[in-house]
């Protein structure tokens, strides 16, 4: 009987082996298929690229591909509806920039009221700031911004690697010190590079709290207060705040504003997002370098995802204290004025992940910017996925749904778990007939009245796979390697929940994760509601894998474990809300929920059971509502860590909240 037994496990063994072999033949042969044509392409380009019509036809080609630029801009808001949108955001965010320029700093009276605050901690910021060739108009704003500060325990220190042509540089640096000795000033030697003139700020710094501020920015009257605030509060070790591009003379003169979400490692990898104003705990440093050469152009990203990995407490001020000038050769106007900035940036995310114990991993540039990355990860194991489909009737939408999973999913290990529950269409019970002959499918009946909750926690116990996925019967597939790209999260020990990009069938964006406190019920809402797909969103978030509070359960990957760890689904919420109160309990055990644009599908939203906003659908709907925001009472008035407080909660698309509006 156990040599039975034995054989049998090994014919599953070689069954398996041959069945990965199979795959693994079919992928070679559509990579070399897609290679050759790719070399075939280029040949062909190249050809024309050298041809004396091209070269002929440059200005021509310059002004058509200005107008294509222009085209493609006006077609990725999704026609007349999204540009009115985008006017509307637009109209509000102009509205929005003198609430976060001058107009923000503190008066008279309110600048002696925080000079005068006695805070239950002293902490000194030593102000780092290389000098090279700096015009002294901008010189003079960047000290007196640093000379403003109403928290006034600072050490403005300045390294100078200025060229003999700019001796002026360190003439007016030398009289501003004179008149106060917490500016020191350095003249180096030769100039090494930001890193190494930065490294020879450090060597100036005495205070406990390290702070890095760029040559030629200005920053906010209470930047240093505000920071101080959150120290104190909070037991912060690393801070940064919200900042803005201006040009001129003014920081009114605003380019773009660049509101930032709490604390998000994935956001971080992928993007550096957090850039200024960095200040940190001096001991963070020790054994590392500040700044290190290799990565020069993105010393700061290096720096930042070093120190942030070894802080206690990463706090973000939802403010705009730090104005970032943008002229001709800043990185503020182009990369390209830096473009040795995009290998070092490779380079600095590449070396955090290996830290953090990642292997075999690819970097890669987006499309939203060159240095936005997509990062692909190795699996760690080939472990098998279940995946959760409920239905009741609607035979057509779930033979779309599983026939795109079938022929499209390039991961072969997984599990179909069809949850019926009280169908009454005889051509549904033929369907299921059908399934049931299928080795990777199984129907299994729930009699109880319908609960979306119920129904996925039964499927969950059903489910032989190590991880489970959610998935509506309304949902179609579209990206081949769906499941890897879900998966290569889901398996980290870190990670709770993982959602993908969903559209509705107009390619307009139905899912790109969840935002708390949104829409007119402040429970939750999606964020990029209806916008087009080409659209990057804001400042690119459409375009790489980040950190959010939630993703909806109509396509969720979570750990089996981590499944039952927090109790599954709540079936007081019946329909609506149970995916954003699970990704929530998975939060509040301290795991990062994660949304992914390199996974996606279609979602042909209520199909299968109508809609919330009207009849019986939207009672329910608005008691699970008060149930949800019963429950999650503290959560929601803290806000969305993910988001920012200076967002409008009214709207989906990152559009700002005045000041009269919204409380």
Request: net charge negative; proline share 3%; with cysteine.
């Amino acid at each position: 009987m156990a040599e039975e037994k034995q054989l049998e496990t090994l014919e599953d063994y070689k069954k398996a082996y041959e069945e990965e072999q199979y795959q693994n033949m079919l992928l070679s042969t559509r990579l070399s298929e897609a290679q050759a044509l790719a070399d075939e392409k280029e040949r062909q380009i190249q050809k024309i690229k050298t041809s004396l019509p091209w070269r002929m036809s440059k200005p021509l080609r310059v002004t058509m591909h200005w107008a294509i630029r222009q085209k493609n801009r006006l077609h990725n808001l999704g026609g007349p509806r999204g540009i009115a949108r985008k006017m509307k955001s637009k109209s509000i965010e102009i509205k929005a920039r003198a609430q976060h320029g001058t107009a923000s700093f503190p008066d008279a009276e309110e600048a002696k009221r925080q000079r005068e605050e006695k805070f239950p901690e002293e902490h000194t910021f030593s102000i780092l700031v290389p000098l090279y060739n700096t015009p002294e108009n901008f010189l003079r704003d960047m000290i007196g911004s640093v000379q403003a500060q109403t928290y006034e325990k600072w050490e403005l220190c300045l390294a100078d690697g200025s060229d003999a042509e700019h001796e002026f540089v360190g003439k007016i640096c030398k009289e501003y010190a004179e008149k106060d000795s917490r500016i020191k000033y350095h003249k180096l030697a030769e100039n090494g590079g930001i890193s190494k003139n930065t490294n020879e700020c450090l060597k100036l710094a005495t205070g406990d709290y390290i702070a890095l501020f760029d040559h030629d920015d200005i920053l906010h009257p209470a930047a240093l207060y505000e920071y101080m605030k959150v120290i104190c509060a909070e037991g912060a070790d690393y801070i940064y705040c919200d900042e803005c591009t201006f040009h001129g003379n003014s920081v009114d003169n605003m380019i773009t504003l660049h509101f930032k979400p709490d604390y998000a490692p994935d956001n971080l990898r992928a993007n550096n997002y957090i850039c200024h104003f960095s200040a940190f705990k001096k001991s963070l440093l020790e054994g590392m370098e500040l700044f290190r050469t290799q990565y020069d152009g993105s010393q700061d990203h290096d720096m930042i995802l070093r120190l942030t990995a070894k802080a206690q407490h990463v706090a973000h001020v939802p403010k705009l204290l730090y104005y970032w000038r943008s002229h001709k050769g800043s990185v503020a106007a182009d990369i390209t004025a830096k473009s040795y900035a995009i290998d070092a940036a490779k380079g600095a995310v590449a070396d955090a992940l290996r830290t953090a114990g990642y292997d075999h991993f690819t970097i890669e540039s987006t499309q939203a910017f060159e240095t936005i990355f997509r990062i692909h990860y190795p699996l760690l194991a080939r472990a098998k996925v279940s995946i959760l489909i409920p239905n009741k009737d609607q035979k057509d939408v779930l033979k779309r749904c599983i026939d795109s999973i079938l022929e499209k999913s390039t991961y072969q290990d997984f599990e179909i778990l069809v949850l019926e529950n009280n169908s009454k269409e005889p051509q549904t019970f033929a369907y299921y007939e059908e399934l049931k002959s299928h080795p990777k499918i199984r129907v299994i009946e729930y009699k109880g009245e319908f609960n979306y909750s119920s129904v996925n926690n039964m499927g969950a116990k059903e489910a032989t796979g190590d991880y489970l996925l959610l998935l509506n019967n309304d949902t179609e597939v579209i990206t081949l390697n769906w499941l890897e790209e879900m998966l290569m999260y889901a398996e980290r020990d870190d990670v709770g929940a993982v959602g993908a990009k969903l559209y509705y069938p107009d390619k307009t964006i139905q899912h790109a994760g969840i935002v708390l406190g949104l829409g007119a019920h402040r429970t939750a809402g999606h964020s990029h509601y209806r916008v087009n797909y080409e659209n990057l969103g804001y400042m690119g978030r459409l375009c790489y894998t980040q950190n959010v509070s939630a993703v909806t359960g109509a396509c969720l990957m979570v750990k089996k474990e981590r499944y039952f760890e927090v109790g599954g689904l709540d079936d007081g919420f019946r329909v609506a809300l149970n995916d954003v109160d699970f990704c929530l309990k998975l939060r509040e055990k301290g795991y990062l929920n994660i949304w992914t644009p390199f996974c996606e599908l279609y979602h042909y939203e209520s199909a299968s059971r109508g809609t919330d906003l009207e009849g019986p659908g939207a009672e329910r709907y608005n008691k699970e509502c008060e149930h949800f925001r019963t429950k999650w009472k503290e959560v929601l008035e803290k806000g969305d860590p993910y988001y920012n407080v200076n967002f409008s909660l009214d709207r989906s698309d990152y559009s700002l909240k005045l000041a009269e509006s919204e409380g």
